[in-house]
């Protein structure tokens, strides 16, 4: 499977782009679990097997939906490190704080 990246460029309603961002995610998500980036990632951080792709589907809809929104082929690493100081504390509790140690390995892989 290949994600096209620019999927969501084609979609001109803002709010039919937002809705049409679970399945565009859960293509990525699935396609990076069978990439050798994430494989090695559940390898190193085996108990986000269930949870894989959480830290990427977060960073792929605060880019787009907050601010001035950027979808995934036009983020810069600007825009990742704000999502990530700024947003991500705003916007997730953790209720289990553990979880949160795989959250930039599994970004960095992704990336």
Known sequence: MS???YRLDSIEDYEEAILALEDYVADLV???IQ???GKAYLENYPAMQEQA???????IYFGYAYDEPVALPYMT????????TRWFPRKES??????????????IAFW
């Open 3 to 5: 994600v096209d990246l």
């Open 77 to 84: 690493p600007e825009h990742v490190e704000d999502i990530v």
């Open 94 to 107: 953790l209720p289990k704080p553990d979880k949160v140690d795989a959250a930039i390995p599994e970004l």
């Open 35 to 37: 990439a050798p980036e």
């Open 30 to 32: 699935e396609e990076f």
């Open 53 to 59: 792709g959480n830290w990427i589907d977060n960073l």
